[in-house]
């Protein structure tokens, strides 16, 4: 009697407890076996010297050290044009995950009341990695670069303005404008310099910096990384550099030129004819053992 | 030369080559073969689907491969200069390992410059390295080197076989050879039948080309030292590493032949002939040269040390780190400089299976040795590398580096299993005229007593 009722009791307590552990394993195994990795979307906004604008995107998965990019998978890039949503393009990821959309200087992006271009960047995942989303805003500033040599001294003046909507400039103050030269591998930059309230700002170039063999140069001002204009680059070539000859004699011996140093051939023949010349007077003795033989 | 007892007894010793193959040593060649045919796969794989399955990367392109290339190059030189030295220097108890010197050479020669081959990405471009040389270059100066080694070595090691094969070809009847074994003995005997002329000019081409080896090997071994050293890397940039590179050499050799000649001691029954003054007198070279090698590398390292820059602080740092490269570095520099000295130079422990075990180690030691020069040092450039995935930075061997490695271990055993079924692994001839010279010195004795 005692057993049955322990048993009544029991089970009636512990028959839901299986009911809805069951419901719980059976619900939470297919997310255990779904689950999935979490992405990461990044965006910059660039403007290049002719003027193009570059949307550098990143898509990259995993966490801490083992960050790696997402190869060959699908971004959506769109802008927002009043309150619907125009898409620009589909991009590809590389080995890196990374793409880019490039846009051609006459187009020109809707903006936003307060004049940005807002730019949303969808990745919508796929079987192991979860969807994620970058929005970018920027507002569409412009560099204006001019070269001018005033009592002998080399200035260069950057003029930073946005357009109204009638097309007249409206000049930017307080933004920190570098100039620099560009080199074989990268830009070296010369000074820094804030525009003022008509939006301009001025840096002296130095005289001694070289140039090609006529002087050429090319001018580089950069605004980089700003919060509301993103990255812009300008570029202008000058015959402001020192003329550098840069041919090398094409008949120098040397160690990295076209033809060895003599002494280096003298010495290889040397050691090559020493020890070929032994060599083969030890293989004609052996040949004599067999003319022995023969004889 | 086969009316001579001395010499049929001392064939008849050593004609195991010529018995039909066990169980067990069809097993180990299947073994081996099945390794080798692993490794063949692994080839295919990097051929058909690239680099990009193996470890090497864009900053560490050299890797497992390069580390099996310097390393077996390595015991090929050290083979051709100590058979060289002990040849010149008629040095009469080391006449029954001249032989296995003279072959760990040739096998590691041929076996070792396909490492270098695995490292090009692009293969089919090797001929560019003969059609536009550049003599300026330290890789052509090793191509030259190895070629001309290779070429020199074979040749060296076929004369001193020609004695060896004529004794054969001498005693096929007595001996109930097969055919082809037959015919082969008396092709490559050449017709020597030790007339005084004859052997007269044998020896001739033995010392000259003797005389020739060892200084081509201590070339070929310093150009490949050079084709480091002439590199502006931390670690590498050093004016000793050519000696210090010889020195590696000899000593990876004394400790290999040690292990093959126990092998055949044990094997070939065979101890008789590899006896325990053999190991004595190796163990005892084991040491000098790990006391050398510690006092190379002390040098190395406090030359630098007084004016370390900023990048060889931090591939210091790698090796002292336990948690990257701490543990292989303290191990490496155990095996090499104190275990031989620990082992050997302290009677207690001194025996051919003490001697044996510490010649394996120091080779294990030699190895991780020759990592830990070439990876860590790729991983610390003096430019940092930014930006890019860690696996790219930190180099970590893959399945198929380790499959091919094998195979070249695998290759090396095989050759030496064919060539012991071809003639003795002693100079069965030397040790006879040997013996022959002891004889007649205590017959002078008898008769002047």
């Known amino acids: 009697m005692m057993k049955t009722i322990f048993n009544n009791q029991i089970m009636q307590l512990v028959s839901p407890l299986i009911l809805v552990g069951c419901i719980l394993f059976s619900t939470a195994a297919p997310v255990n076996a779904q689950k999935k990795e979490r992405t990461r979307l990044k965006a910059y906004y660039e403007k290049l010297p002719n003027n193009n604008k570059k949307i550098s995107i990143i898509l990259t998965q995993g966490k801490g050290k083992s960050i790696s990019g997402v190869q060959n998978s699908e971004v959506i890039v769109s802008t927002v044009a009043a309150d619907s949503t125009l898409e620009l393009a589909t991009l590809i990821t590389d080995s890196q995950g990374e793409t880019a959309l490039y846009v051609e200087p006459d187009y020109s992006f809707p903006k936003n009341e307060e004049g940005y271009v807002v730019i949303n960047v969808n990745y919508n995942g796929n079987d192991s990695l979860r969807a994620s989303k970058r929005k970018i805003e920027f507002l569409d500033l412009n560099l204006e670069v001019s070269l001018n040599i005033i009592d002998s001294v080399k200035y260069v003046e950057v003029e930073a303005f946005e357009l109204d909507n009638e097309g007249n400039k409206l000049p930017i103050e307080e933004i920190d404008v570098n100039m620099g030269v560009k080199r074989l591998y990268n830009t070296l930059f010369l000074e820094e310099a804030e525009t003022d309230e008509e939006g301009i700002a001025s840096m002296e170039f130095p005289d001694n910096i070289p140039g090609d063999s006529s002087g050429m140069i090319t001018v580089v001002v950069k605004l980089d990384e700003h919060d509301d204009y993103g990255t812009i680059t300008k570029t202008a070539d000058i015959d402001w550099g020192t003329a550098v000859d840069y041919s090398i004699a094409s008949n120098d011996r040397s160690l990295f030129g076209d033809s060895a140093p003599l002494w280096m051939i003298i010495s290889v023949a040397v050691i090559l004819f020493g020890a070929w010349f032994n060599f083969l007077l030890a293989v004609y003795k052996v040949y004599q053992i067999k003319k022995l033989a023969n004889d | ?449």
């Not at chain 2, 300026?136 to 070595?153: E, G």
């Open chain 2, 1 to 449: 030369m086969s009316s001579n007892p001395l010499a049929n007894q001392l064939l008849d010793e050593n004609k195991s080559f010529m018995e039909k193959p066990s169980f067990r040593w069809k097993v180990s060649v299947v073994a081996l073969i099945a390794i080798f045919c692993l490794g063949l796969y692994a080839l295919f794989l990097q051929i058909t689907e690239g680099h990009l399955i193996t470890g090497m990367r864009d900053h560490v392109v050299w890797g497992v491969y390069i580390v099996n290339f310097v390393f077996i190059l390595g015991l090929s030189y050290a083979g051709a200069l100590i058979a060289g030295i002990f040849h010149l220097g008629r040095v009469k108890w080391a006449i029954p390992m001249q032989r296995i010197l003279k072959l760990i050479t040739v096998f590691s020669l041929i076996i070792g410059p396909f490492y270098i081959l695995l490292c090009l990405g692009r293969p089919d471009r090797i001929f560019d390295l003969f059609l536009y040389p550049r003599i300026q270059s330290p890789i052509i100066w090793d191509v030259i080197a190895i070629v001309t080694d290779l070429i020199f070595c074979i040749v060296y090691m076929y004369f001193t076989y020609i004695k060896d094969f004529a004794l054969l070809r001498d005693n096929s009847e007595r001996l109930n050879m097969s055919n082809w074994r037959k015919k082969f003995y008396r092709i490559f005997a050449l017709g020597y039948k030790n007339t005084p002329k004859q052997e007269k000019l044998l020896n001739q081409a033995l010392d000259i080309l003797a005389a020739i080896i060892i200084p081509t090997t201590i070339i070929a071994y310093s150009l490949l030292a050079w084709l480091f050293g002439m590199n502006l890397k931390v670690g590498w940039h050093s004016s000793i590493f050519a000696p210090f590179f010889v020195l590696s050499a000899v000593y990876s050799g004394v400790a290999l032949v040690i292990l093959i000649m126990w092998i055949y001691r044990k094997s070939g029954k065979l101890e008789n002939t590899f006896t325990d003054s053999h190991f004595t007198h190796l163990g005892f070279a084991l040491m000098v040269l790990s006391l050398f090698y510690g006092y190379f590398y002390f040098s190395d390292y406090i030359t630098d040390w007084y004016n370390m820059q900023k990048t060889y602080g931090s591939l210091w740092e790698k090796y002292l780190d336990l948690s990257q490269y701490g543990i292989a570095f303290y191990s490496s520099i155990f095996l090499i400089t104190f275990l031989p000295a620990i082992v050997i130079g302290i009677p207690w422990f001194r025996s051919v299976k003490s001697i044996v075990f510490t010649s394996g180690a120091v080779l294990v030691g030699l190895w991780v040795a020759r990592y830990l020069m070439i990876v860590p040092v790729l991983e610390t450039p003096y430019l940092p590398i930014q930006d890019v995935r860690p696996d790219w930075v930190n180099y970590s061997a893959t399945w198929i580096e380790w499959s091919l490695s094998l195979a070249g271990i695998a290759l090396f055993i095989l050759f030496f299993i064919f060539i012991s079924k071809l003639a003795p692994i002693i100079p069965v001839s030397e040790m006879k005229e040997e013996q022959e010279e002891v004889k007649l010195d205590l017959s002078l004795k008898t008769d002047q007593a």
